[in-house]
């Protein structure tokens, strides 16, 4: 199902079966995704957040809502039906744009689609909806074809580009190793972030060429 998905978005879902484990809820809901794409931090999504005044904690306060029992995080965590609606339209997005794969911004698409569901209120509040994103989502895929229009050119002189994805991979494994050192080291939790880590470390190392 979820064979299209960029690294991004496949960490956006580990995460959101971590909210729903923390914050508390039997199904994985458009909220949880919410906090999992605030959790992965991808730039230019980060900063349209943080323009818009959105944060992980706003985000936290208004899934309150969703807490019923907190189950031991070693449990499977299923999605909603709201949820599965979400990657249905997360997909239909990128199908439209033509996209093989299904990002951070699709899932942000189909979480603005799913419009009853709490996630998508607070975000049309701060003025973030369907057209800003798509407006954005568009932008950024003329960009990564110019800059790599510019790759090439620079590798054809001779110059190796250096590689803007590594710090990337750099800030997420601190955001990481700082989770587990707050983490209550509670045995399946902190396997999932060490194994997330070290994928970290080896998205890092390709990067790095």
Known sequence: ????????????????????????????????????????????????????????????????????QRLPTSVEIPFSVSTKRIFRYAMEEADGLKQIEIGVWHLLLGILRESASTAAKLLNAHGVTAETARER????????????????????????????????SLD????????LAESRFDGHTTRMLVDEIHFGLDMLKRDLG
């Open 1 to 68: 199902m979820f064979e299209r998905y960029t690294e991004a978005a496949r960490r956006t879902l580990f995460f959101a079966r971590y909210e729903a484990s923390v914050v508390g809820g039997d199904t994985i809901e458009a909220e949880h995704l919410l906090l999992g794409l605030f959790r992965v931090g991808e730039a230019p999504l980060s900063e349209m957040f943080a323009a818009a005044g959105l944060s992980y904690g706003a985000v936290c306060a208004n899934a309150r809502h969703l807490v019923r």
């Open 137 to 168: 989502l568009a932008a950024q895929s003329d960009g990564i074809t110019a800059a790599g229009a510019r790759c090439s050119v620079a590798q054809g002189n001779g110059v190796r580009a250096e590689s803007s994805t590594a710090r990337a």
């Open 172 to 179: 997420r494994i601190h955001k990481l190793v700082d989770w």
